[in-house]
């Protein structure tokens, strides 16, 4: 086995999923990150359908390297009900998505279709 250096890791991506029924603690949560984490990591759009490979409605936040310990632990601990799917950045979009992925709550399955060309 070849080990990879975990300096490949460009950034981090924290997809918080929800649905209809969990979309106000989605929203609530968002704002108490965007207070709690703010600098620390980049907040993209909230996403009230499935978008790319993502099977449930979501919004990401871009996490650079170097903050990853500090927003992912502040994650783990007040994620709450939602579930939060966390993957590098290295440039291999299907592996960091397929095979690098961390969960915090349930799991889910991918589109990764997307990937495939």
Do not use: C
């Amino acid at each position: 086995m070849n080990p990879l250096n975990p300096t490949t890791i460009e950034s981090w991506h924290a997809h918080v999923y929800f649905d209809g029924q969990s979309r106000d603690a989605a929203w609530a949560l968002r704002e108490t990150i965007e207070k709690e984490l703010a600098g620390r990591m980049e907040m993209g759009r909230f996403h009230e359908k499935p978008v790319g490979p993502h099977p449930m409605w979501s919004y990401q936040l871009a996490i650079p390297a170097a903050d990853f310990p500090h927003v992912i632990g502040w994650l783990a601990l007040n994620h709450g009900a939602l579930d939060v799917f966390v993957h590098p950045n290295t440039g291999d979009e299907l592996r960091d998505h397929r095979d690098r992925a961390i969960w915090l709550g349930k799991s889910y399955a991918l589109n990764l279709a997307i990937f495939m060309g």
